[in-house]
């Protein structure tokens, strides 16, 4: 639910370097933006990536990618990345419903093929995402935390605060290596939060009631822009969630 332009204003806002724009299922959006960001003279670079829907439900996104990928297999998704010189990245990885540690995932066993997991996600409970960070620390693997934006007032509630080592990519890849150091900063949490879900009056009737098809677009631009007036244009206040091991 974000444009161009809305990505562009919320990027200078938040002082973004480097936005990676994994929609899911498809890289077509953010080869467009990375266009749109050219056009417009932007230093914020784009980095493509995309949110894998798998057979099982669950989401893997794949960065660094040429084209979309094709497999909805977890195990087969994570070789087509690799294939294509990108890297494996399990996004939310305790929620239960979609995430590869939750309920129809595959276990950490199942993931050895991937770089790195998602130890907090601004839009998860702080419950999932103290599980994520336990789980992840625990055994030694990669992390990174994402905003999971949906819309511009989200954009940057959960960054990725590195230190140069090349270009941006060399950069990001670095991170997700654990060969340059880094730390999380994101909007804090309440020990009680749970997981963000827009517009809960739609939430708490959509069993009962449905929008009509023919107006969904609508209803959906009317929603973003009262959830971007209500929650953005300001920088966000952010919060040390944890430092790589080589700290700072």
């Given amino acids: 639910m974000i444009t161009p332009d809305g990505l562009l204003k919320a990027a200078n806002l938040q002082k973004l370097d480097a936005i990676a724009i994994t929609d899911h299922d498809t890289t077509a959006g953010a080869i467009e933006f990375r266009r749109w960001f050219q056009k417009k003279g932007s230093a914020t670079q784009i980095l ?11 989401h893997l996104i794949g960065l660094f990618l040429q084209h979309d990928l094709n497999s909805t297999d977890p195990l087969l998704v994570m070789e087509e990345i690799h294939q294509q010189g990108g890297l494996v990245l399990v996004p939310h990885p305790c929620r239960i419903n979609d995430g590869l540690l939750g309920l129809k995932g595959l276990g950490m066993e199942g993931l050895d093929q991937a770089d790195a997991f998602e130890i907090h996600n601004a839009k998860g409970s702080r419950a999932d995402n103290d599980q994520s960070l336990q789980i992840t620390t625990a055994s030694n693997r990669s992390f990174f935390g994402g ?49 963000r879900r827009y517009a809960p009056a739609y939430y708490a009737v959509r069993k009962y009631a449905s929008v009509p098809r023919r107006i969904l677009p609508l209803a959906k631009k009317v929603y973003r822009f009262y959830w971007n007036q209500k929650h953005g244009g300001r920088q966000h206040e952010l919060s040390e969630i944890i430092c790589s091991d080589r700290g700072l």
């Fill in 48 to 58: 493509i990536g995309e949110e894998r829907t798998l057979s099982n439900k669950c």
């Fill in 147 to 195: 905003s999971d934006a949906h819309y511009e007032a989200d954009v940057g509630q959960c960054v990725n605060e590195i230190i140069p080592c090349g270009n941006m990519e060399e950069t990001v890849r670095a991170m997700l290596r654990r060969e340059s150091p880094f730390r999380i900063l994101a909007k804090a949490q309440k020990p009680s939060g749970e997981e």
